[in-house]
């Protein structure tokens, strides 16, 4: 059991609240008012009021003997008390030993055993759809809500620019897990301006992305000449194209390029080469305008779709990366199942972030609305909960299972999830007394 988890959870519900005790040094305890936390120290609560043989104190109190002690303390519980503790008056901070009540240690321990199985699936399965759409609807506001905090950021680097913000989340949507930094680092260097300034020709904007990326002259980020290229005769004239456009914006813009050092590249699938992805995003931005003004728009799955239709120009269909080697011919564009991918982690987040930053409600509205429209993701994580019978139906619904797993079921934050709260609740059907050690 982990004590603070659980002592927290109930000591939020007010479970202790007009409840006595025997403090280990003899005074006599009573719970006032529970306070609010202290986000910033878990454990912690500040503005709590009890009263101590009669005298009324208000401060902060730490839930768990780990738990760092605030200056202004007044109280501190604990499952086992230890060595007397001074406050910031020198005065010896309360202290009291409070085991949570059985039941709740019984369905808490009952929560963490199945956290990684199929208990939780089971539950929400077993759910009713209007306590399963409540449900799924805090998980996915929550999740939109961490999405926009890191959009934030990202809005004040690109200078409170909205179209390079756009930029860069474009650019880590379709960098994939292994190449999302890079993609980012690329983004913030070959900007949103200089592609603009560039999307005449699908050419330079190639030459831009591929140049600054650090996939040109032969893996090595040096300006170099075709003279001075030792590999000069193995390259097809559009690579030495490429090459030279590169030179030419390098000098334009001051740009100065990644290391190719920075790609993973090991064990990726040909189609899923950086190259190929950056020469989609070229294709792109070489044919929409306004796409923010787009993205801004969506309002279902095929939107989207139409929206982030592209396909790189007729060089990559038989090429995997700038050089002379040829491949089997195929289409490199970005499909059906990539566009609907960038509307869950694009789309939808920017529109939300859009819209808490512009105060439009609407618009915070249509965020959860698009993902409504978007089919469910199937991945490994997902896998376990639609074999136990809880099935996404959409992809509002799958990432909110996808926040649910990974916010507090891997890091089992049992007391914490609205889930594990809610079976704890259902366990203390009628207040059950309090046990003092």
């Not at 109190?61 to 910031?88: F, M, N, W």
């Not at 077993?126 to 409540?134: C, E, G, K, N, V």
């Not at 680092?185 to 904007?205: C, I, P």
């Not at 982690?345 to 993902?371: K, Q, W």
Request: aromatic residues 8%; contains cysteine.
């Amino acid at each position: 059991m982990d004590y603070t988890r659980l002592m927290n959870y109930l000591w939020r519900t007010g479970h202790f609240t007009g409840c006595d005790f025997d403090a280990v040094t003899g005074e006599q305890v009573v719970i006032v008012s529970e306070g609010e936390p202290d986000d910033t120290v878990p454990g912690a609560w500040r503005a709590v009021e009890v009263m101590v043989d009669g005298e009324r104190r208000r401060g902060c109190i730490a839930v768990g003997e780990k738990t760092p002690i605030p200056d202004c303390a007044v109280l501190r519980v604990v499952e086992v008390s230890s060595t007397p503790l001074l406050g910031v008056d020198d005065r010896l901070v309360t202290q009291i030993e409070v085991a949570p009540p059985p039941a709740a240690v019984c369905c808490y321990d009952e929560l963490r055993a199945g956290a990684g199985g199929d208990g939780c699936p089971g539950r929400i399965a077993r759910m009713d759809s209007l306590h399963r759409t409540s449900l799924y609807t805090s998980l996915m506001v929550a999740r939109l809500q961490r999405k926009t905090e890191r959009i934030a950021d990202i809005f004040a680097g690109a200078g409170q620019d909205w179209n390079q913000t756009f930029h860069v989340l474009l650019f880590y949507a379709m960098g994939g897990d292994r190449n999302r930094e890079a993609f980012t680092a690329l983004a913030e260097r070959a900007t949103a301006t200089m592609a603009s300034r560039e999307k005449g020709a699908v050419v330079r904007l190639e030459a831009l992305l591929l140049g600054t990326a650090g996939l040109l002259f032969g893996g090595s980020n040096r300006r170099l000449s075709r003279r001075d290229d030792d590999d000069f005769d193995m390259k097809d004239a559009y690579t030495l194209t490429l090459e030279d456009e590169a030179r030419h914006l390098f000098t334009k813009y001051r740009i100065v390029p990644l290391k190719p050092a920075e790609w993973n590249l090991a064990g990726l699938y040909p189609a899923n080469h950086p190259a190929v992805r950056l020469a989609e995003i070229a294709s792109l931005l070489s044919k929409k305008d306004f796409i923010l003004d787009g993205v801004l728009a969506c309002r279902d799955s095929r939107d989207v779709e139409e929206l982030f239709d592209a396909t790189a120009s007729d060089y990559w269909r038989t090429h995997y990366k700038p050089s002379g080697e040829e491949s089997a011919p195929s289409e490199k564009r970005i499909g059906r199942s990539k566009a609907r991918l960038i509307g869950i982690n694009l789309a939808a987040p920017l529109m939300f972030a859009y819209g808490r930053e512009t105060g439009s409600e609407e618009l915070c509205d249509r965020a959860l609305d698009l993902l409504t429209t978007i089919p469910a993701e199937k991945n490994r994580l997902l896998a376990r909960w639609y074999a136990a019978g809880c099935v996404a139906e959409s992809a509002f619904e799958s990432q909110a299972l996808i926040s649910l797993d990974t916010e507090y079921c891997s890091r089992g934050r049992c007391a914490d999830c609205p889930v594990g709260r809610t079976e704890i609740k259902k366990s203390l059907s009628r207040k059950t007394s309090v046990i003092n050690a």
